[in-house]
């Protein structure tokens, strides 16, 4: 009998164990999550800028197809990439924003979602000569 409690006692004391451990996990990935989106809307508002970690796969496809002395034709498809993938970034940023209580107050909320739609906007317009240079300045 008092290897059955020991059993039982110790059982709930992992579990209890574990339970913490994802708890705290899981509230470290959201958090984390959430600081970088905050953090791609300010650069993308206060500095009107693409976010560089949006940037950085495309500036390893470029680093290769230079090294490999791709044509014309392929940085452009790199670049209509870029463009496409920027743009569904900032959609999902977009939406994230729409819905995240973060915000704190709805008059907030609309001007991040104007800076946001204003960015989105001038990226659908930008031709893909923009996304190159922008692989480019991120850089230096």
């Known amino acids: 009998m008092f290897e059955l409690v020991l059993l039982l006692g110790f059982t709930i004391g992992l579990a209890t164990f574990l339970f913490q451990v994802l708890t705290r996990f899981a509230t470290q990935a ?22 560089p970690q949006w940037i950085r796969p495309h500036q390893v496809k470029q680093a290769e197809l230079v090294a490999k ?3 014309p034709a ?9 463009q496409t993938d920027c743009i569904q970034k900032i959609n999902d940023l977009q939406h994230f924003f729409e819905n995240d209580p973060i915000v704190d107050s709805h008059e907030s909320r609309v001007v991040l979602l104007k800076a946001l739609q204003k960015a989105r906007e001038t990226w659908e317009n930008s031709s893909w000569e923009f996304f190159l240079r922008e692989i480019e300045s991120h850089k230096q």
């Open 30 to 51: 959201v958090a984390g999550s959430v600081e970088f989106r905050m953090r791609a809307a300010e650069i993308i508002v206060n500095e009107e800028k693409i976010p």
């Open 69 to 71: 002395g791709a044509d």
């Open 74 to 82: 392929a940085l452009a498809s790199l670049g209509r990439k870029a």
